[in-house]
C-alpha cells in the first residue's frame, strides 16, 4: 500500500491508473476507521482493480461550535487497518494543500440540505459536497462508495455527481453496527461507558417502529411522538436534535407510512452528536 499526502502526487497517480484502463474505487473518509469504514474498502476491494481511500478531516464540514479540533485521530492505526483490507493508495493530504488560503469555490446541493442534518448543521452538506467533488477530480475513480449511514450524505452526494454529470457511479452500503446495534461510529469514542449503554437504544427505538406500524399505527406524527418518548425513557442523558420521517430520495416529510419511508434520528448523547437511520416498508 502505498501512502500519499501530496494532492499533485495523488492526482497523477490516480490520472495514470484511469488512462491504463483499470477500474478504481474510491472511499472518502475521516480516518479512525472502524468495520464500518473497513466494510466499504473491502466491498471496493472485490469490485475494483485499485482501491483509493482518502483520509481526511474536512475543516469545512465543521461548524465554528463543533468537534473539528478534537475529532478522534490515529494515523498509524488506520495505515495498519487500510492495509489489511487490501487498499492499494491512502491519501492523507493536508488542509492547507485541500484548501488554498484564497479557496472560494463551493459546491451546493441546497434543497436537499436543508432538510435532517443540515437544520442544525447549516454549512454541513456544503462543505461534505464541496470536499467530495475535490477528491473526485482528484482521483478519478469509476466508484465511489459511501455508508448508510450517512444516509442524506449518500443522497446529496448522488444528487450532486447526476447534477454535475461527473463521471462517477455512486454506491451505498449497509450500516455495520456493534453487537447491541449502535451504528458504528468514530464519534462513539467519545462516549463513557454509561453513555455509550444507552447509546444502544437508538436502534433500539428505530427496530420497534417496524413493530408500531405493523400493529396498525402508520401516521408519522404519533410514531415521531412514541419514538421520542422511547428515547426519553431510555436515554437520559440524551438530547434529541431530530425524528424524522422522509421520502428516502426526496427527504421531504411524509405524513403516513404507505411506502417505502425513512425514519432518521439524529441525538447528543454526552458530548456526541449520534445519527442512525431505518428504512421502513409501508
Ligand atoms: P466518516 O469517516 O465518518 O466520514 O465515514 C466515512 C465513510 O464511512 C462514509 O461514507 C460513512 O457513511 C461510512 N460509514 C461510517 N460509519 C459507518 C457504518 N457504521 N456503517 C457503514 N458505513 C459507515
Known sequence: MQVLSSVHAFQNQCLDLRCSGRVTALVPTMGYFHEGHLSLMRWARENADTVLVSLFVNPAQFGPAEDLDRYPR?????????????????????????YSPNHDTWVDVPGLSTYLCGQSRPHFFRGVCTVVCKLLNMALPHTAVFGQKDWQQMVVITRMARDLNLPVQIVGRPIVREEDG????????????????????????????????????????????????YYARNIPSGRIDYVHFVHPWELTPVDRIDSQVLAAVAVHVGSARLIDNMLIQG
Do not use: C
Not at 81 to 95: C, K, Y
Not at 188 to 194: P, R, T
Open 74 to 98: 490515529d494515523l498509524e492505526r488506520d495505515q495498519d487497518l487500510a492495509r489489511e483490507s487490501g487498499v492499494d493508495i491512502l491519501f492523507t493530504p493536508q488542509a492547507d494543500e485541500v
Open 182 to 229: 449502535l451504528a458504528m461510529s468514530s464519534r462513539n469514542a467519545y462516549l463513557s461507558d454509561q453513555e455509550r449503554r444507552q447509546a444502544a437504544h437508538i436502534y433500539a427505538g428505530l427496530q420497534y417502529i417496524q413493530d408500531w406500524v405493523r400493529d396498525g399505527e402508520t401516521g408519522t406524527a404519533k410514531l415521531k411522538s412514541r419514538l421520542e418518548d
